[in-house]
């Protein structure tokens, strides 16, 4: 099993700038593809971000791509997300996820065997 832990989140104003993190424990060599999505109040859950395990390859939404940069430390077991130029659109519950196989691009929630709890990003305007 993987235990995936989210930090980070806050209160930002629009055009600001927030740094996610994400640390994975225990079978953490059985972790592949990682990835960032989110779920505002009322919407279904969607995609942001997926990093290979080399971090190598990085696949964006089409929303936040040129604004947010995903990226991984397997050393340390760390999962990021450098979010910039802040919109209130962002505003949602971010959580981190983890593959037990290497799918790349991983957009679909489907594709994840392990979840954090999530962490709440609000942008005001």
């Known amino acids: 099993q993987v235990q995936l832990v989210e930090s980070g989140g806050g209160l930002v104003q629009a055009g600001g700038s927030l740094r996610l993190s994400c640390v994975a424990s225990g079978r953490t060599s059985s972790i592949y593809t990682m990835g960032w999505f989110r779920q505002a109040p009322g919407k279904e859950r969607e995609f942001v971000a997926t990093?290979?395990?080399?971090?190598?390859?990085?696949y964006y939404a089409d929303s936040v791509k040129g604004r947010f940069t995903i990226s991984r430390d397997n050393a340390k077991n760390m999962l990021y997300l450098q979010m910039m130029s802040l919109k209130p659109e962002d505003t949602a519950v971010y959580s981190c996820?983890?593959?037990?196989?290497?799918?790349?691009?991983?957009?679909?929630?489907?594709?994840?065997?392990?979840w954090g709890q999530g962490t709440q990003v609000t942008v005001s305007s």
């Open positions: 996820a983890a593959a037990r196989y290497p799918i790349v691009p991983a957009t679909s929630p489907n594709s994840y065997d392990y």
């Open positions: 990093v290979s395990r080399s971090g190598g390859s990085t």
